[in-house]
């Protein structure tokens, strides 16, 4: 298909006008949102459109570490690749690119490079770089927002003649980006436009499957009017069902709009589609999430109104179910009351209702929160002996507690019995951010920089938050020189700085009277952008606002 003919129809909505399959086919979508997150899924799991899984590689573990070691925006990425001998292939491609999805420069250098690698032995009828590979990058540049990039690659693969095609998967990435940018209007022409690129034919058979997706996103990032919107367009060729009033009721209490949720459950039960468990589970969590729980009055009218639900549900013949629980006990948590959050534990159990690993980091996060650091650790070896496994976000429960505490030689023995106790468990970005906040705030700088060498060792950081907590805490510390260094490396890498973080930057030199630093930093980072740009001179990349 002629790359013009897919650039016209781009940034302009198209309808498709064919008879559509009237049942839908719902899925939860691949957000990023927190896994741990009581509140249910709108809809059930059907073939996710997902990118390739992180797995272990110890061979794209070293790649990532030669790119970012070696990675210099003055320089060719060949040259150290040449350098030390490197062999692709499609997975080790993709394993690179994922553990760069925190370094979009270091990962379109790399990507460019692959795309005139000449492979040794002789190349096998499948290209290095799939379609898996350009999803992933396409997903790494939308996350710093540069879209246009992102269209100049998918019609780069339109226009090739290998296997490489745009899939559905590609969509879902561009289209969930945009909408967690804010860019609704844009997400919703790029759904209409899947067909030119995938084939009329497959949009159509597959048309209520990517449009419960497209609400499904919009009503995961607060976009709820936008999703009503489209779905009023669309409600005459499609038969509405219990899923997809699930998604609009979801959309309706995550905007704190119980009221609206509540009318199109009502409409749901007039127009005869019956309610699920999901269905309830999604009122109940809008009841009980963004409730107001002090004074004890306002907890106490959230409880009757949950418990309410819950005798709607019996009446109706369904049973509440682990998701119902743990977002109840997520009420007890947030208000602080460990003690009931114990008891409904053991009530849970004694139903046979086996508790999930949300409902115990609910229970963990309150004893935390409450200072019953002992009873916490009590639960969790407990999780462990009942076969749930804790996740980093558990961990972040009490590593939170010692943040509020000051107790920066607690939160780091804690780190380390995490490390040596638990191989299989790794920290998340998030548990890396806690610590080097808490260290940097308290001062214990050592801890700090031990903290930075294990996220950069362990290949999945520093992303924008690190640096920026990093960057901030040396300006307020008046080290001026190493938060330049820091700031520079941060561009270099991709990260488009928050406004905030160069305004402090800025201001803390010019009152240094370091005016000679602040324009070698000016003129550094106009270097780099001159040549990042004749770098990519083929790409569409948009400057930071500095």
């Known amino acids: 298909m002629a790359a013009a003919a897919a650039v016209s129809h781009i940034f302009r909505p198209r309808f498709s006008s064919a008879k559509i399959t009237l049942q839908l086919k719902l899925f939860h979508s691949f957000s990023d949102s927190e896994q741990l997150d ?27 570490q030669v790119l970012i070691r070696h990675h210099n925006p003055f320089h060719h990425m060949e040259s150290s690749l040449q350098l030390y001998g490197i062999s692709l292939s499609p997975p080790l491609i993709h394993q690179t690119l994922l553990r760069l999805n925190h370094q979009s420069k270091i990962a379109l250098a790399f990507f460019k490079y692959t795309q005139s690698h000449k492979p040794s032995p002789p190349p096998s009828s499948s290209p290095l770089l799939d379609t898996a590979a350009y999803n992933i990058i396409i997903d790494i540049l939308c996350k710093v927002r540069q879209f246009d990039v992102a269209w100049q690659l998918i019609l780069q693969m339109d226009s090739q003649e290998s296997g490489s095609k745009p899939d559905f998967t590609t969509f879902f990435v561009l289209i969930r980006r945009l909408i967690s940018a804010g860019m609704t209007r844009t997400a919703v022409r790029a759904f209409y436009d899947i067909g030119i690129f995938i084939g009329n034919d497959a949009f159509e058979s597959s048309f209520s499957f990517c449009f419960s997706y497209l609400l499904d996103t919009l009503c995961k990032y607060g976009y709820v009017k936008v999703a009503v919107e489209v779905f009023n367009k669309e409600k005459y060729r499609l038969e509405a069902d219990t899923k997809l009033y699930t998604i609009l009721i979801y959309g309706w209490c995550k905007v704190g709009r119980i ?186 700088m050592g801890l700090a920089w031990e903290i930075w060498d294990d996220m950069n060792t362990s290949g999945i ?86």
């Not at 797995?55 to 990532?64: G, K, M, T, V, Y």
């Not at 009218?301 to 549900?313: C, K």
């Not at 402090?504 to 009277?513: M, P, S």
């Open 38 to 64: 009581p509140s249910p899924a709108p809809c059930a799991a059907m073939e996710k459109p997902c990118l390739p899984a992180l797995q272990n590689s110890p061979e794209a573990d070293s790649l990532c």
């Open 259 to 444: 009221d609206m949720g509540r009318k199109f459950f009502g409409e749901m039960l007039e127009r005869g589609i019956g309610a699920n468990v999901v269905t309830y589970n999604v009122l109940l969590n809008g009841i009980c999430r963004r409730a107001s729980l002090h004074p004890d009055g306002r907890f106490e009218r959230v409880i009757r109104e949950a418990e309410e639900v819950f005798d709607e549900m019996r009446e109706r013949g369904l049973e509440p179910d682990v998701t119902s629980y743990s977002i109840l006990l997520h009420v007890y948590s947030r208000a602080h009351k460990p003690q009931l959050c114990l008891d409904k534990l053991v009530m849970m159990k004694e139903k046979g209702i086996g508790p999930s690993l949300a409902t115990y980091t609910s229970v963990v996060k309150c004893l935390c929160s409450c200072g019953r650091m002992d009873d916490a650790k009590e639960l969790l070896n407990e999780m462990v002996r009942c076969g749930v496994t804790p996740t980093a976000e558990t961990y972040n429960c009490f590593f939170k507690e010692y943040r509020g505490r000051k107790d920066a030689e607690g939160a780091m023995n804690f780190y380390k019995r995490m490390k040596e106790e638990d191989s299989l468990l790794s920290p998340d970005m998030h548990t890396y951010n806690i610590l080097l906040g808490t260290f940097l705030k308290l001062g214990k």
């Open 461 to 546: 950081g520093p992303d924008l938050d690190a640096y920026t907590i990093l960057v901030h805490a040396l300006c307020e510390k008046r080290r001026w020189r190493r938060a330049c260094e820091y700031f520079v490396e941060m561009i270099e890498k991709g990260f488009l700085p928050q406004k905030i973080t160069f305004e402090t930057l800025y201001r803390g030199l010019i009152q240094a009277d370091m005016l000679r630093t602040w324009r070698r930093l000016k003129k550094k980072l106009e270097e780099e952008s001159i040549t990042f740009s004749s770098e990519f001179k083929e790409y569409h990349l948009k400057p930071y606002n500095r």
